[in-house]
C-alpha cells in the first residue's frame, strides 16, 4: 500500500511539469557536468537523462533501401511501378475513385480514419526471417507482422532515392481501396547526427559543409517529393535525439556550440520546407527516462518552442512524437532501476507533464504520438539509460489512433521498425557504443540499422499484448 502511495504522488508530481534544481549538486532534474540529481547525463553515459533513445539505437536507420518496383508486398499492399520524377506530379495520382478520396484528418489527425501504409521493405525483412524458421505457430505471428505500419527512415541522402517510390506505392493502395492512406517518413540526417552516441552519428559534418548538404542534397528533394505528392497524408517524423540532445549533453562528447546552432537553425529549416498542407510534421521529444525530470522538461519544451517559432510557427508542426526507438512502457511497472526521483514513470506521465510544459510556452495546441513498437514488457533492463537491443524486449501496443490515456495523444505507432538493430556489439567496430556492450545488451548484434532475425524473434515471442 505504502509503495502505491508514493506512485500516485510521484505521478501527481510529474502532471505538475514544475520545480528542479539545474546548478552543479542539484537534486531533481540535474543536467550539469557535476550534478549528483536525477537526469544527470554522466560522462559513462549511464546517468537517470542520459538520452536513453540517444544515439545508435534510438533513431537508428531502420528501413531506408529503396522499395522494389517491380514486387508486391505479401501484405496485399501494392508497390510503385517505376521510378518517379520528384519534380513531376505523382506517377500514380488520380485513380477511379468517385467522388475523389477525401484526405482530410478528422480533427487534425492523420493517424484516424485511414489506412497505415505497410512499408514493403519491412516487409521483406520480415519475410527474411520466416524464411529461416520451422515453427509454424511462430511463423503465423511473423505474418501478422507484416501486416503492421512501421515508419520509413530516411537516414542518409541516399535514402531519399526511395521515397517517391514508397509514397507512389501508398497512393496507388488509395487509389484502389478510395480510402485515405497515410505514410509515416522519418527525416534523420542532421549535420554532426547523434551527439552523445557513437554507433548511429550520421554522414554529414558540419566543418565538412554538412548544413549545405543537408539543405540542399536532403531537405531539398524530400520537399520536392512530397510536394509532388498533395494527394495523400504524409506524417513527417523530426529528426530523432537531435533537440533533446541541447537540454541535457551540451558540452559532451560531440555537443558543442557548433552542434547545437546545427540542430536548432536545420530543425527549423526542415520544418519550414516541410510545411505542407497535406504534411504532418512531429518534432521528436525523447521520453520520459530522458526529459521526464521537471527541469528537463522546461529546457526541452523551451528549446522546441524557440524552434519552432524560428521556423515561422509552421502550420503543419501537429506535435511531438515521443519513445522513439526506445523500450519505456506506457505506464508504471515494476522496474528493477532506480527512477532516480524521475516523477514520469511511463510514457502517458511524460505526454501529460511534456504537454503542461509546451502549454507554459505557448504551444498548449500541440498533440503526440507514442513510439510502442519495443515497449511492451518492462522490468529488461538494469538502468534506465540502456537503449542498446535490450534482451527481452517485446512488440507493444499496435499502432492505433486516438488511443486515449494521456493528454492530446494522436496515435500509438511503430515508428522503429522491431527486428532493425540499434547497434553493433563488435566492440572493435568503429561504430561501437559502449551501450551496445552492456549486460542487458544482446551480444550477438550487427551495425545499426541492419536486420537482426534473433532478435526479431524474441520480439516476437515477447509482444505484449501477444500477436
Known sequence: MATSVAVILALAACGDGGGGDTTAGGTGGNTSSGGTGAGTPTSSGVGAGTPTSSGVGAGTPTSTGAVDPTTTSGAGTPTSTGAVDPTATSAVSGGNCSPAVDITAPNGNPFANTTLFVDPGYIAKVDSSIAKETDTALKAKMEKVKQISTAFWLDRIAAVDGLAAHLDAALKLQNETCKPVTSVIVVYDLPNRDCFAEASNGELRVENG???????????PIKQIFAAHPDQRIVAIIEPD??????????????TPETETAYRENVA????????????QYIDAAHSGWLGWPDNQKKGAKIFADVIKAA?????????????ANYTQLSYSSESYDQQSNPCYGEFDYVDAMASALSAEGLGDKHFIIDTSRNGVGNIRADWGYWCNNIGAGMGQRPQANPGGATNLDAFYWVKPPGDSDGTADKSAARFDAFCGYED???????????????????????????
Open 441 to 467: 545488451a544482446d551480444q550477438r548484434a550487427p551495425e545499426a540499422g541492419a536486420w537482426f532475425h534473433e532478435y526479431f524473434v524474441e520480439c516476437v515471442k515477447n509482444a505484449n499484448p501477444p500477436l
Open 269 to 280: 529549416h526542415a520544418l519550414k520546407e516541410l510545411d505542407m498542407p497535406h504534411v504532418y
Open 242 to 255: 537531435s533537440l533533446p540532445n541541447l537540454a541535457t549533453n551540451l558540452g559532451s562528447k560531440d555537443c
Open 210 to 220: 554538412g548544413v549545405e548538404r543537408y539543405r540542399n542534397e536532403f531537405i531539398a
Open 312 to 324: 515561422g510557427s509552421p502550420k503543419s508542426i501537429r506535435g511531438f512524437a515521443t519513445n522513439v
